[in-house]
């Protein structure tokens, strides 16, 4: 593994220059280059040796590694020049490439959400054999009823900053609401948040639903919210912070609920970024987490094997456990 996973990011010039050079050779090449390129591999790929173990949900099996989408489409929760490098790298190929190289590792989950060219990406990686279980993320535009028709997905999770915005504004009713119509589509209904208090809540409620997805980091607090947190203090960047001591908060509503949840952005949406503290947090995810929870992880593996990095850290600590 790389001692950094973010080494283009050392300066402005170093990521201007890793750009401008984006080649289309496949991740092969990439993280082993040659005097010659290597030939697009044939897909489906071949089972790699480590796969990643899996966990009952619903009436399937998925990886507790879940493959993230937020790098595919820049979504980086980072800053404007890695979203950016995030869009340029990501093209069609790579996205349908990098889907089946995170299969060959057994990753066979996918957290899907509707953006942008995501289902023609989607209907390509499929045309070339590909096949993973879809958990879509549900944004306020999207209409559920024709997501579950054109893709028919495994579960439909309301998208969190939907939740955290409602939760704020004192509106939680209308997505309760909205589980109700999920329910009626037949598919398994989740709850995504970045606030832990509105696990508790939900849960103290008894919402008709099967599975929460949770952000360790709090990223969604309101500007009093940052004032009561830091004791008057106010950022000049208030977005997209990450507090070192909220993991624990979410990991503690994750435990304590007896339904299914996914952890994510375990890496700090990259700001983990060393080997060892990669394997860490990865450690500390799934001692905090319960034996029938998962993790989402969007990757970047721009020349470096980043998936299989993370399959193989996974599975020792998921095997050894």
Not at 133 to 159: N, S, T, W
Request: glycine share 8%.
């Amino acid at each position: 593994m790389s001692n950094t996973r973010r080494e283009f990011l050392q300066s402005s010039a170093a990521l201007a220059i890793g750009m401008m050079g984006a080649s289309t050779t496949n991740l092969a090449a990439e993280a082993a280059p040659g005097p010659q390129a290597t030939p697009p591999a044939a897909l489906p790929l071949p089972t790699a040796p480590v796969q990643v173990p899996k966990m009952k949900f619903g009436n399937v099996e998925v990886s507790r590694l879940v493959m993230g989408v937020n790098p595919m489409y820049g979504f980086c929760h980072y800053n404007n020049n890695f979203s950016g490098a995030m869009r340029e790298w990501y093209t069609q190929d790579r996205v349908c490439e990098v889907l089946h190289r995170a299969k060959s590792f057994g990753i066979n989950a996918f957290n899907y959400v509707h953006v942008e060219r995501a289902q023609n990406d989607w209907t390509r990686f499929q045309a070339e054999g590909g096949d993973m279980h879809l958990i879509m993320q549900v944004m306020g535009r999207d209409d559920e009823a024709a997501l579950v028709r054109d893709f028919k997905p495994l579960a439909l999770q309301r998208r969190g900053e939907e939740i955290d915005k409602a939760f704020q504004t004192g509106t939680l009713a209308s997505e309760r609401e909205w589980c109700k119509r999920a329910r009626d589509l037949g598919v398994l209904v989740g709850v995504g948040t970045h606030k832990p208090e509105v696990i508790d809540l939900v849960e103290s409620q008894g919402w008709d639903i099967d599975f929460y997805s949770g952000c360790v980091y709090n990223r969604t607090r309101t500007e009093a919210e940052w004032r009561q947190t830091l004791g008057g203090e106010m950022m000049e960047m208030p977005h997209d912070i990450y507090m070192q001591s909220d993991p624990a908060r979410m990991y503690k509503a994750i435990r304590q609920t007896s339904k299914t949840c996914f952890a994510f952005k375990i890496l700090a949406a990259g700001r983990i970024d060393s080997a060892t503290a990669v394997e860490q947090a990865f450690r500390t995810a799934f001692a905090s987490i319960k034996p029938h929870d998962g993790v989402y992880v969007g990757m970047f593996p721009r020349g470096k094997d980043e998936i299989r990095e993370n399959a193989e850290i996974v599975h020792s600590i998921l095997t050894a456990a």
